[in-house]
């Protein structure tokens, strides 16, 4: 069974050669002392997978560019290990059924024990990454509400604040065609003539904090909002709210 660790090792080794200079590659190796200031932190879990996940970085790493030029690189990592933290426990629900979330990310002291241990390698240099897990699997949270419902008295169904609409013979007719949707992750209003200058390198700053979550849009409606995760190497979304069925519907009309 895959573990939270797992999931981890899959997401960064993706993140880290997109968001570092250099493409860095990140692979196990037996663990290495750590440089002088070295750093870590901690992600504290809680769900179906609740514990602590410590990562620890090599010390020299703060003397590299690797999170940018004239960037902090302790706050850039600090943001690149919460992001995957937060994108690890995501993997772990596509791929297992369990959820979990980061419920706190924080700095921590550095440890002596490790669950694995990593080198991140660009060039000729190369930078220690420990590991430490003390993390505890549960069953599922449907599966322990399933055990926990056998041989109760049936409960009663709470009212729904809104019934679900009956679809007509024509919108039944709808149901399998397919429509376009798309993420929305910002947006800015532009001068004609900053857009023409724009090229390769500009940063084109949006709307939304990292933060926010994003929009699914078919056609020119919101459907849901959620949070951006991977799986199995490709972008995803993590829904977190739903429009009601009869507003979903209504994303339909703007397409014919």
């Known amino acids: 069974m895959m573990t939270y660790l797992d999931c981890w090792v899959e997401v960064?080794?993706?993140?880290?050669?997109?968001?570092?200079?250099?493409e860095p590659e990140l692979v196990e190796s037996l663990p290495k002392p750590l440089q002088a200031g070295a750093f870590a932190f901690a992600a504290t879990l809680r769900g179906d997978c609740a514990g602590r996940f410590t990562i620890t970085v090599d010390g020299?790493?703060?003397?590299?560019?690797?999170?940018?030029?004239?960037?902090d690189q302790k706050a850039g990592w600090e943001e690149l290990l919460r992001e995957t933290a937060?994108?690890?426990?995501?993997?772990?629900?596509?791929?297992?059924?369990?959820?979990?979330?980061?419920e706190k990310f924080e700095e921590t002291e550095c440890g002596s024990s490790t669950s694995r241990a990593f080198q991140l390698r660009t060039g000729e240099r190369s930078w220690?990454?420990?590991?430490?897990?003390?993390?505890?699997?549960?069953?599922p949270q449907a599966a322990r509400d399933a055990t926990a419902e056998q041989g109760a008295p049936p409960a009663t169904a709470a009212p729904q604040t809104e019934p679900v609409p009956v679809l007509s013979q024509?919108?039944?007719?709808?149901?399998?065609?397919e429509l376009e949707a798309s993420l929305r992750f910002g947006a800015r209003e532009m001068?004609?003539?900053?857009?023409?200058?724009?090229?390769p390198?500009?940063?084109?700053?949006?709307d939304r904090h990292v933060a926010d979550p994003v929009d699914l849009i078919v056609g020119d409606k919101i459907v849901a909002r959620g949070e951006?995760?991977?799986?199995?190497?490709?972008?995803?979304?993590?829904?977190?709210?739903?429009?009601?069925?009869?507003?979903?519907?209504?994303?339909?009309?703007?397409?014919?």
């Open 201 to 206: 390198g500009d940063v084109v700053q949006l």
């Open 12 to 22: 960064s080794t993706a993140l880290f050669s997109q968001a570092l200079a250099g």
């Open 128 to 139: 220690t990454i420990l590991v430490k897990e003390e993390i505890k699997d549960r069953a």
């Open 191 to 199: 001068p004609l003539g900053e857009i023409l200058d724009l090229g």
């Open 170 to 177: 024509g919108v039944e007719l709808l149901l399998d065609v």
């Open 86 to 102: 937060e994108a690890a426990a995501g993997e772990l629900l596509a791929r297992t059924g369990k959820n979990c979330r980061v």
């Open 60 to 71: 020299d790493v703060q003397e590299s560019t690797l999170v940018g030029e004239g960037v």
């Open 228 to 256: 951006v995760v991977l799986v199995n190497g490709n972008f995803g979304l993590r829904v977190t709210e739903v429009a009601a069925p009869r507003k979903r519907l209504e994303s339909i009309r703007c397409l014919f």
